[in-house]
Structure formats: C-alpha cells, structure tokens
C-alpha cells in the first residue's frame, strides 16, 4: 500500500509540474476532491455487489475488482477523474463462463483480457475511437441512461435471487418517497451551498432519516455483506495448456474489446464535459494493466463507469485524487466500515442513479431529431434500441457500420463527370468526387468508348483516387480504350497512382500541378496485389 501511495505522489508531483490545473491544489479543491470521492464510493458499492451477482461470483470478487480497477486507473489512466470499476457490462459475458468453467478459469481471462488491452495501447489502437460519429455517441449516452435507469428496478423487488417480486404498495410508497427526496435534495442542495456536494448530501440527509427513525426500507447489507480483508495475491488456480487457452482468449477477446470500447466512449464523454481531451493509448494502458492486476488478486476486472464518472464530475471531481479517494474509501469500507456502510437505504443511491439517468441521457437529441439527415437521427434510434437489447460494444459497433455504409452510399452518388468536346476533335472527361469501391460502377457509365472521339482525355483534378478498386476499374477503362483503337490520356493523378497503375501507366500525362495525397492502397504493391515493380 506505500508503494501504491508513493507511485500516487510521484504521478501527482509529476502531473502538477505538466499541468496548470494542478497548482489550484488548494485546500478547498482538496476537500472537494475527497468528497466527490466519497460520493462515488457509496454509490460504487451496490454496483459492485449487483455485478458480482450478475457474473455468479462472490460479492467480493466484485469489490475488489472495483477497488483495483478504480485505483490503477486514478494513478495512471488517460482522463484525470474518470472511474473504473466492476461493470455489467462485462459481467454479462462472464456469467457463462464461470457457469461452465468456474471462477478461476474467469480470474485467467480477466489476465489475459488486461494483456489483450496493454496490447492495443502500445500499438496506439485507441485512436480509433475517432471514427464513432456523432449520432452513434448521442445514442450510446441515451441507450446506457436507459441501461442505468433499469438496473434500478431490482431495487423496487423483494425476495430471493431469482425468484423476486416487487413490492406491495406501501412500501413502494415509502421506497418512491424516499428515491424523490433524495433527488429533491440533489436537485436544491447547489442552490444553497457548494461545500458539500449534492448527491453525497442526499445519501447523507435521506440515511439519516431512514436511520434515525428506524424506517423499514431494503437497505445496502441486504444485498450482501461487504466485509472482507485486504485482496491476496493469487494465481488463477487453471491448467496452462492450449486447452485452457481455447476456452479463455475467445472470452479474452470479447471483455477486452467491450472494456475498451466503453472506457474510450467514457473518456470522450467526460473529456467533452470538462472541456479536456484524454489519452486514449494510455487509458487502454492503464485498463490492460488495471484487469491483469486485479486477476492475480481475485478480482473480477472492469472497466470505465459512465455512471459513476458523471457523479463525480457533477460532485466536482476534476482531478486524480478524486478518483484515488473513491477507490480508498470503497476499500476502508470493505476493511472497516461496512457496518455502517451497510446501512445506507438503498433508496437514497437509485435516488443518486437517477439523477444521473437524467444528467446522461441526451435530451437535445430529440428535439434535433427533425433537423438532422434521415440517416443520422436513424442511428441515433439504432444504437439506443441495440444498447439496451444486447450491450454497449455491439451498440456502437453496429452504429459505426451503418454510419460507415450511409456514408459510402451517399458518397457513391456524387461521382459525375463534366464533359468538354473541343473542336480539335478530343473530348474531356473532368471527373468529380471520390472514387472508390462504391462509385466505381457510376463511374465506368460515365464513358462511352465506342461513341468517343480519337482523343480522351480524363481528368481527375476534382477527384481522387481512394483505393484498390478504383485503381482496377481505371485499368480495366483505359483496356476499353485500348481495344477500340483510341487515345487515352489520363491527367491530375497522383505520384502513387502512377506506380500503382498497370496497363494505364504509360497513358499518365506528368503535370506539375498533380495532387500528392496517398490512396489507402498502398499495401497492394508490399502484398502482391497489384504485383510487383508497379
């Protein structure tokens, strides 16, 4: 625990030298850091336990996770302030696997899931996450709003996991009471005073009475006891042979994709909140390590929390130290105060969830759904339904597709040729719009090789070259050509096209006006594709 509290100094010393915020450490920003902190423990805790039930595992496979998971990432991730911790998402991947397996088989792939995730780091993959577009964000934020909004309801329910019901009328009357003045609180507590923050004002005040006046209301320690010691070190208690390796990379596979691609989406989120981009590469770092570290220690690894990062932004955490705070109450009270932890109304935290349902979810995407092109405010409907039906991963990749297939149709339409037929006797094809694979066929019944005259010329100054497909369809054109017995001259391609370029190269006419940007084809001539010496 020194080394940890040593390697938090260092980072901090370090981070306050490179970054302004940093000198603003007064002891008013510490206080509000601590506390924010604090509010994101408490409300950690049910998450944590929830999850842990959802993967069949033992609650404090789940908190531990949240506690590792959450401390890495404030040392060492990509978005001071952001927090990691146990997630359903992932722990709905994992319940198959410890359903077949067991829980030591689960502890070898969150290993092999943080070594996946340190991978994709050091090869800089998390720059990717720049093609999300706009419409597949706004549906992500909506469609987990609703995730987070329906988790809740297992805490309006009584009775034995499995088999709950929901609750009769009165105590769901006092449960909905209590849920509305925590809110109630949170909602006016920053129009009195910013000293505490609100949600950790409402968990407080909304505890107090249920305490205070001994109210019968489900309450944290009926979900579980949170009592435990400090996590162990532990080898995952698996056979290392290729058998094993074939059971667990598939998992591996799918938990380090789904962490990464919700942590990322997390970090742009709270990156645009803050008005602060962070590092994508290193926030995949600091997950990988992160889940390789909690699998040694019994835990059931994790990922970025866009719940609980928005409280902590809207408790006013900015820095580090919040997120470091979060993760060393949630283990002090898993140490030493989970009596009182345990406590808590469980109405006081859906309370808090709700407020942030109602913070998270992107209510100007319905009143822009009007002004926005058919397709997009159709991804933004997409990505929410496929969210909230399967999970968060699959959401944003089938937004990113569809998105990626719209564009390709739209841009597959705007090839067309303006065409001059001098008096000399040549006539001019002056191409317009990206060629590719998609705009290849609109582009090839542009020309008629049979009606044209002895001289063509095509001119690609308005166009450009996108990639293999558009290189084979000039060549088969310029073989049309050949074989009617007519001039073909071929002006304004790039240098890279010239080498690329088969029959049609010598057909090139050299101008010192020729774009240089590169096709994305460049790996045809190293693969063979094109052939070599083109």
Known sequence: MRTTLNAFAQNLSYTTWRNPEFTKFTPSRIKIEILAGLTVSLALVPEAVAFAFVADVHPLVGLYAAFIVGLITAIIGGRPGMISGATGALA?????????????????????????????????????IRLVPHPVMLGFVNGLAIVIFLAQ????????????????????????????????????????????????????????????????????????????????????????????????LPYALILAAIGLIESL?????????????????????????????????????????????????????????SAFASAMFLLAFILVASGLIEQIPLAALVGVMFMVVIGTFAWRSLMIMRKVPLMDALVIILVTIV????????????????????YAWNNASRIQANIDASIDGKKVYKIEGPLFFGSIEGFTDLFTP??????????????????????????????????????????????????????????????????AYEIAVDYAVKTGILGAGH
């Open 92 to 128: 709905v991947v994992m319940v198959e696997l410890v359903a077949h397996h067991g829980v030591e088989y689960l502890f070898l792939t969150v290993v092999l899931m943080g070594l996946l995730q340190i991978l994709a780091g050091v090869c800089h993959l998390g720059k990717f």
């Open 153 to 248: 309801m297992s805490q309006f329910k009584v009775g034995p996991e499995g088999a709950k019901v929901w609750m009769e009328m009165a105590p769901m009357a006092v449960m909905l009471g209590l849920v509305a003045l925590t809110m109630g609180i949170i909602w006016i507590m920053p129009k009195i005073t910013h000293i505490i923050p609100a949600p950790l004002a409402g968990i407080g005040i909304v505890a107090a009475i249920v305490i205070g006046f001994g109210i019968d209301v489900p309450r944290v320690g009926d979900l579980a006891s949170i009592k435990g010691g400090l996590p162990s070190f532990h080898i995952p208690n698996a056979p290392l042979t290729l058998e094993t390796l074939g059971i667990t």
């Open 265 to 321: 989406l997390t970090l742009n989120l709270v990156g645009e909140m803050v008005g602060k981009r962070g590092g994508a590469s290193k926030e995949c770092v600091a997950q990988g390590i992160a889940n390789t570290v909690t699998g040694f220690f019994g835990g059931m690894g994790g990922c970025a929390m866009i719940g609980q990062s928005m409280i902590n932004v809207k408790s006013g955490g900015r820095t580090r130290l």
């Open 387 to 406: 969210t909230v039906m399967t999970d968060l991963a699959t959401a944003v990749v089938v937004g990113v597709i569809v998105s990626a297939l719209a």
């Open 450 to 515: 049979e009606d044209d005259p002895e001289l063509v010329i095509i001119d690609f100054m308005n166009s450009r070259v996108v990639d293999q497909s558009a290189l084979q369809a000039i060549e088969m054109l310029a073989s049309k050509y050949e074989a009617a017995g007519k001039s073909l001259q071929l002006r304004h391609l790039s240098h890279d096209c010239h080498r690329l370029l088969n029959r049609a190269g010598q057909l090139i006419v050299d101008a010192d006006d020729d774009p």
